[in-house]
């Protein structure tokens, strides 16, 4: 029965490592491997210290227990220089140990998060809003919630705030960076292999902080590349040819007025250049549900509370489904796309 709380903790804990990749301890990148690393180097020597105090304790007192016809006290000791400096010189050595790699390597990756380092890096500008994340490229134009990266490759992330402190964390790939309004700091993430990277809002922020999830997806270099061109290449327009009713019923609702499609419209709230590829719904939801969808058009607050989407109560169904049907035709990969 003592093992209850632990086997509880366990069974709590469970629950962490089920998310897809939102875990520092499968580390996909250099930034996170370092991060691993030096969290196995400090339990490496807490275990140590742990083992031998509980060890000396034990011993001690086992050996020097009151026996059977003991009723004197033991003779009183205090001070031993020996031991002291024992005591004294070995916490020293093992903070010594955890000091240098904890150092060198924060200077590693300061320096390495500086965008003068990274000429030729991809280079993207993180903006963290209530609660969702705006990605806006070099190349000048603007992705919601999902930032894609070529893999193998340092990719500078600069990052900013609108409102409050944010803080951006991709746990699979390194440490979390304060988003921080008026201040720009920059962060150096590297994937190793292509692959759906989960982050994270890790500062919090409002009501919906909780909600407030992004991925990171990394491609191939000439699979990103040709995505670049595709996402440049997209006009609300063009789009629209196969969701005519919808387009009327985007502009005509004043959805544009906050979202931009294609580098046209307000940026006020998450561009949906690419939100048929999109793999949740405002971070966190199924985005095959289509009644989620449209809750989430009617009645933003009901999923996401605090968030600045305006509701759209007297919205009629027929625009609410001709909506859906042009935001679902809002694709640059593909919706079956294998990423
Ligand atoms: Cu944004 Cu927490």
Redesign the pocket.
């Known amino acids: 029965w003592r093992l209850v709380p632990v086997a509880l903790m366990l069974f709590l804990l469970s629950g962490c490592l089920g998310e897809e990749n939102l875990t520092a301890l499968d580390p996909k990148g250099p930034a996170a491997q370092w991060i691993y690393d030096n969290m196995l180097l400090s339990i490496a020597v807490m275990t140590f210290v742990s083992i031998v105090v509980f060890v000396i304790f034990f011993l001690v007192i086992f050996k020097f227990r009151r026996k059977d016809g003991d009723e004197e006290l033991p003779k009183q000791v205090h001070g031993n220089t020996a031991m002291e400096i024992t005591w004294t010189v070995i916490p020293i050595i093992l903070l010594i140990i955890l000091f240098i790699p904890t150092v060198t390597g924060t200077f590693d990756f300061h320096v390495n998060a500086d965008p003068s380092e990274h000429e030729d890096a991809v280079y993207i500008k993180v903006t963290?809003h209530?609660?969702w994340w705006q990605f806006d490229y070099e190349e000048g134009f603007t992705a919601g919630q999902e930032v894609y990266i070529p893999a193998g490759e340092d990719v500078v992330f600069e990052l900013n705030a609108e409102d409050v402190i944010?803080?951006f964390w991709v746990p699979a790939l390194g440490g979390k960076i304060d988003n921080i309004p008026g201040v720009t700091n920059a962060l150096t993430l590297n994937a190793d292999e292509p692959g759906v990277y989960k982050g994270k809002?890790?500062?919090?922020?409002?009501p919906s902080?909780a909600l407030?999830d992004f991925k990171v997806i990394a491609l191939e270099r000439d699979e990103y590349d040709a995505w670049v061109e595709d996402m440049l290449a997209v006009e609300q327009e063009a789009t629209a040819a196969n969701a005519e009713a919808g387009y009327e019923a985007f502009q005509e609702n004043a959805c544009i007025s906050c979202h931009a499609i294609g580098g046209q419209g307000m940026a006020t709230g998450p561009a949906l250049t690419n939100f048929g590829d999109r793999q949740t719904l405002a971070g966190v939801y199924d985005i095959d549900d289509d009644e989620l969808l449209k809750e989430w058009i009617r009645d933003p607050q009901s999923l996401k509370q605090g968030n600045n989407m305006p509701a759209h109560p007297d919205i009629s169904d027929e625009d609410l489904d001709a909506i859906v049907e042009y935001l679902r035709s809002l694709q640059v990969r593909g919706a079956d796309q294998e990423y």
């Open positions: 963290g209530q609660y944010h803080s809002c890790a500062e919090l922020c409002g902080h407030m």
